[in-house]
């Protein structure tokens, strides 16, 4: 359990970084796109909507709004669906500034594949090829409402007039764009997964590693408490021994004072004898 609880932490703070990375190079993007959108009508005097700049600010909001809200996420999959969430609003926003930027008439749907790619990098396949169809769902909502006038085309680049009401032209480019849409879902929805396997699998490595030199430092603990006891017992059994031996010095060493004071005695003894027969001749 600790083990699988490391993992989905591990997974989290990779996916967190993931979606870091995404909404820093989104908010880099939109500031750069209002940027061009303001310099595209003061200095060279395209038309440009005001609720346009209204549209890039209120995103540059809810994406500042998003940087801080996802710190509230605990665990893998709550941020996954906050930030899948997220995605299909950025799509939202992407398909309305189309609109105000000429409609099908020019190639802003390529811009879904910026999305496609960067949500790749954190959300499964399966929610990349979601997010695939929304895409093509709002891009083709889009091309119906300006077709059947439901919606005012609005004329920006005038590359193309009147192609927002050609059959062929839509249809066209709404085959290309599934195509590539699908070919970049696929293709960076099968990176990402197999690039998550991999981190997955070097995660569980690295634990496994980890854990097999935490048991290692148990065992090495344990072996030097086991040397310490024996060494313990050693010094204990030489400091025994040690008494021994100088105990039974000691004992020789009194023997050896009484053996020696004996030999004198002896010495004494006989000398007196000497000296005794000396006298009574």
């Known amino acids: 359990m600790p083990n699988n609880k490391n993992s989905k932490d591990d997974l989290f703070e990779e996916s967190l970084k993931g979606v870091k ?21 003061f200095i060279f005097s395209i038309p440009m909507s005001n609720f346009l700049f209204l549209l890039f600010f209120v995103w540059i909001l809810f994406y500042i709004f998003h ?3 996802i710190k509230r ?22 398909t309305v500034v189309i609109h105000y930027l000429g409609g099908v008439e020019w190639i802003g749907a390529i811009f879904y594949l910026c999305i496609l790619a960067w949500a790749s990098s954190v959300l499964s396949k399966k929610k990349v090829f979601i997010l695939c169809l929304a895409c093509l769902l709002f891009y083709f909502e889009l091309a119906t409402l300006e077709y059947f006038g439901i919606v005012p085309h609005v004329e ?64 090495v603990k344990a072996r ?14 030489i400091k025994e021994r040690t008494k021994e031996i100088q105990e039974k010095l000691e004992d020789m060493e009194r023997f050896q004072k009484l053996a020696v004071g004996r030999e004198l005695k002896m010495v004494e003894l006989k000398k007196e004898i000497k000296d005794l027969r000396e006298k009574l001749k």
Do not use: W
């Open 73 to 94: 996420k605990k665990n893998h999959e709550d941020l996954c669906n906050f930030h899948f969430k997220n995605n299909i609003f950025d799509v939202l926003f992407l």
């Open 67 to 69: 940087s801080y809200s």
């Open 156 to 219: 920006v680049f005038s590359v193309s007039q009147g192609a927002y009401q050609d059959p062929v032209f839509i249809l066209i480019q709404s085959l290309t764009l599934t195509i590539a849409f699908l070919f970049v879902a696929e293709n960076y929805g099968t990176l990402s997964e197999n690039l998550r396997k991999k981190q997955e699998k070097l995660i569980k490595a690295r634990e496994e590693v980890e854990e097999a030199k935490d048991i290692l430092e148990v065992k």
């Open 224 to 237: 030097t408490r086991e040397l310490e006891e024996l060494t313990r017992k050693q010094e204990e059994v």
């Open 21 to 41: 990375n995404d909404i820093r190079l989104t908010l880099v993007v939109l500031v750069a796109c209002m940027l061009v959108a303001l310099t595209a009508r």
